[in-house]
């Protein structure tokens, strides 16, 4: 799908401009280009930078590649579906964690915590970045808190910037205070290549959403967004959507008791998005961008 702005910085929809199906080995791989302008003044980045949406079921685990080395994992899914991420972190040739980040303490993002750290047992000493202390909770600690207990954390919050390098930026949108709320309060990252840019909105609800709207207006524009909480909610504050006027949605979901998706925000969503794209349907969903034009790669069609 091609997007072009015209003078008035409007975003126009043209044709398709790519639609592949390659093979590689037996997945089938669906891929859909979605470029944008080319800016003189912007430096072209050197190397792509790729960001996995691996299928864990209900829950999130996502890969960052950095176009110039490292490896940025946001989220480890939930405990039963560790062998199912660890087999795609394998695929994906993936020898070293250099960052954890943990959006939240819920099972679906912490619960493949202690499979992710046996599997890669040279990383075991390192910081995992979390949105605040574990002992600040008011809920019971679960057995992947306990675990998570045992690690170096360092808490990051809104306005800190994670990475800053010529090519790739990213910078924590929320949260800024803990309202104890751990969905609410759950890590919102801003990750821009060159031109393009991601939101990675973890589990937050309306609350946020406004906050954000408010807080940052047509700065949380994206050209990609990962969705908030599965779609496990009755609302969205529309004009946080408005704001970031994402032309791919990502849908982190598998089997769940919650009825999630929500059938009314999932119309939304797919209204307000060029191209959705869930991890049931397609698979690991794989976004490459060259700091100009996106990507999408599907592990399934
Ligand atoms: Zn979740």
Do not use: W
Request: proline share 7%.
């Amino acid at each position: 799908m091609k997007h072009r702005r015209n003078s008035l910085g409007e975003i126009k929809c043209h044709t398709i401009g790519l639609f592949a199906i390659t093979l590689i080995g037996l997945l089938a791989v669906q891929t859909m280009a979605f470029p944008e302008p080319a800016r003189v003044s912007s430096p072209l980045p050197s190397s792509p930078l790729k960001i996995h949406f691996i299928h864990v079921g209900y829950g999130d685990a996502t890969l960052i590649q950095l176009p110039d080395g490292g490896n940025i994992l946001v989220d480890t899914g939930k405990s039963e579906a560790a062998p199912q991420l660890l087999a795609a972190l394998d695929r994906l040739n993936i020898q070293t964690i250099d960052t954890l980040i943990i959006t939240h303490f819920h099972s679906d993002h912490l619960g493949g915590l202690s499979s992710v750290l046996k599997h890669f047992p040279s990383d075991k000493s390192r910081e995992i970045l979390v949105p605040f202390a574990p002992e600040d909770l008011e809920m019971k600690p679960t057995p992947p808190v306990e675990q998570l207990k045992k690690h170096a954390l360092r808490i990051i919050r809104e306005g800190e910037t994670l990475l800053k390098t010529p090519s790739v930026h990213i910078e924590v949108l929320h949260p800024k205070t803990q309202t104890g709320n751990q969905n609410e309060d759950s890590l919102v990252l801003k990750i821009v290549h060159g031109d393009v840019h991601f939101l990675l909105a973890a589990d937050i609800g309306p609350t946020t959403q406004k906050k954000l709207a408010e807080d940052y207006g047509h700065q949380l524009k994206s050209d990609l967004l990962k969705i908030p909480h599965h779609l496990n909610d009755t609302r969205v504050f529309s004009p946080f959507l408005e704001a970031i006027r994402a032309k791919i949605a990502i849908l982190t979901i598998g089997e769940n008791p919650y009825k999630a998706p929500n059938a009314a925000l999932l119309a939304l969503y797919q209204q307000q998005s060029k191209a959705l794209f869930r991890t049931d349907q397609h698979g690991t969903i794989t976004a490459t961008s060259d700091g100009h034009t996106l990507h999408i790669e599907t592990e399934r069609s």
